[in-house]
């Protein structure tokens, strides 16, 4: 006979196992949709920005230097800030003729684009 505490034991795993298990399936869809402003500023970008940037790969180009970089590797640069990406944004953009976002999807785009920070990595 297996002995209860065996038993036990299984049923605690599994329902860890479970538990793990959702939160895998949930977090992608959960970072994307935290707030409003982040969906938002999601499909905005889907629209203006995705021809040129990856907007949503959680690959970190930096040090690929690729040019333009994903938004990923933006929001994970130590020197990336909403005041320093709200001024980027007010400037002409390079390869973009008539650059020009409104304020508030501009707030949008920044939680979003902030969103996508590793909350694991070290901050600095
Ligand atoms: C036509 C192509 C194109 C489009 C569309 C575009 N970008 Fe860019 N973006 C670039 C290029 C190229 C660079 C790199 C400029 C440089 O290296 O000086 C860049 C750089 C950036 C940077 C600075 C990255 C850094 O840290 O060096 C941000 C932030 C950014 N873009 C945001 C956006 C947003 C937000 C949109 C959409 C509203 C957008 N871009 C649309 C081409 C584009």
């Given at each position: 006979?297996?002995p209860?505490?065996?038993i ?13 298990e959702?939160?895998?399936?949930v977090?992608p869809t959960?970072d994307a ?9 999601h499909a905005?970008?889907?629209k203006?920005?995705?021809q ?6 959680r690959?970190d180009?930096q ?5 333009p970089?994903?938004?990923?590797a933006?929001?994970n ?13 007010v400037t ?9 976002i409104?304020?508030?999807d501009?707030k ?11 909350e694991?990595?070290p901050?600095?």
């Amino acid at each position: 006979m297996v002995p209860k505490i065996a038993i036990a034991a299984a049923m605690i795993f599994s329902v860890f196992a479970s538990i793990a298990e959702l939160r895998a399936q949930v977090r992608p869809t959960q970072d994307a949709t935290r707030n409003s402003s982040v969906a938002a500023g999601h499909a905005y970008a889907a629209k203006m920005c995705a021809q040129c940037h990856d907007i949503s790969s959680r690959i970190d180009d930096q040090f690929a230097r690729a040019r333009p970089p994903s938004f990923y590797a933006v929001a994970n640069a130590k020197t990336t800030s909403a005041i320093g990406l709200n001024a980027f944004l007010v400037t002409p953009h390079a390869p973009m003729p008539n650059f020009i976002i409104e304020p508030g999807d501009r707030k949008n785009i920044i939680d979003y684009i902030l969103s996508l920070r590793n909350e694991s990595a070290p901050s600095t």
